[in-house]
């Protein structure tokens, strides 16, 4: 039995030529929830439509979005309007949109659009209204849901980032008719605490789901309260009356919770840096003081009485010492010049000539016979030699001449 064999290709252009045959699928409107929705850097939008039984993959060239008037984002209920074809390289089939209108919500945004202009006008988004968010808080107030992701965020967030901060929370409504009012009594009943931050907000979710915080009487009540109201509604990419009322806004509660609660981390090691540099300034200041009370010791041993006596006492010691040395050396001096007279005074003495064999006389008086004419025959004379004397009788005396000296 023959069997045809056919490409990819060749399956995929045939069910491309189907869907083209197709008129209903050439232009047809589907409601749907959008999801994954992402703006291409090339200008077109990738999105897909949902709802309780399937998903429809959409894209909307750059070409096409001349008509659309809103940003679209996650969570919106759409109508999109274009053509259902199929993308042969993938063998996959997408709505290519030509149009998107809101469905339902369409009208809520506009009722948006206009209380935010209304409100704006107002001056209730004016900066001059924003109170700032104490940098340390002892109380944190939380107008939210008591379930839900959003307070465990808050309280797990809070508690890690400042333990010892005490959080009172107000369950509200967020959702529903009930909703505005609950949150109104929730902020009024967290202002008599005297709460130092509030934090007004809730989970994610479409417009519908977020419209309690789009309410005017909710918008007021933040813009009376005086305590700092962070708001925290949804996602980052949900934008909601309240959070350009609000004095800041967070983009989901979990940031709330660290815009509200100071790191204590942070402030300890601030706090371990400041004692370190204040512990070095203060030795250094110590040492600066130390150096200068050593210099005016110094100084005021200087110019002291006590450092004057020892300059005097020095100065007497050394005029003692020079005194002294003078003396010496006067001393010596005269004991070598008494040394030259003694030897000249030993040239003279009659002692040191009978020391040389030599002698003298003297009379009877004690004269020194210097000539014969000075004894006569028969007289006593003495004669004195080295080791004593001798006396002796003059028996005659004889005259004699002897040679004169030569001079030198």
Known sequence: MARSVY????????????????????????????????YHSSGHIYFTLKDQKGALNCVMFAGNRKGLDFRMQDGQQVIVGGTVDVYERDGKYQLYARQIALDGAGALYERYEQLKRELEELGMFAQEYKKPIPRFIRTLGVVTADTGAAVRDIIQIATRRNPYVQILLYPAIVQGEQAPESIIRGIRAL????????????????????????????????????????????????????????????????????????????????????????????????????????????????????????????????????????????????????????????????????????????????????????????????IHVTDGRIKARVTDRERASYPAKRPC
């Not at 232009?27 to 992402?38: D, I, P, T, Y």
């Not at 009370?293 to 005029?319: C, F, H, M, V, W």
């Open 191 to 382: 202002e008599r605490q005297g709460v130092d931050v509030m934090i007004v907000g809730r989970g994610g979710g479409s417009i519908e789901d977020l419209w309690a915080f789009n309410d005017r009487a909710v918008a007021q009540a933040v813009f009376d309260c005086p305590v700092p109201v962070i708001s925290a509604v949804g996602h980052e990419t949900d934008t909601t009356i309240i959070d350009f009322v609000s004095d800041l806004r967070a983009p989901t509660p979990s940031a709330a919770a660290e815009l509200a609660v100071y790191d204590i981390r942070q402030l300890t090691d601030a706090m371990e840096n400041a004692a370190q540099r204040l512990g070095k300034g203060m030795q250094r200041q110590l040492a600066q003081e130390r150096a200068r009370t050593d210099n005016y010791k110094l100084r005021l041993r200087a110019a002291g009485p006590q450092s004057r006596l020892r300059e005097r006492r020095t100065y007497l010691i050394q005029l003692e010492e020079k005194l002294q040395r003078g003396m010496e050396s006067a001393i010596q001096e005269k004991r070598h010049r008494m040394a030259l007279y003694i030897e000249q005074m030993k040239g003279l003495s009659p002692l040191h000539k009978l020391s040389s064999g030599y002698s003298y006389v003297t009379d009877g008086e004690g004269s020194a016979v210097r000539s014969v004419e000075g004894v006569q025959p028969g007289q006593t004379v003495t």
């Open 7 to 38: 490409t990819v290709a060749q399956v995929n252009a045939y069910i491309k030529n189907m869907f083209t045959q197709d008129y209903m699928l050439q232009a047809l409107f589907v409601k749907g929830e959008v999801s994954n929705c992402k």
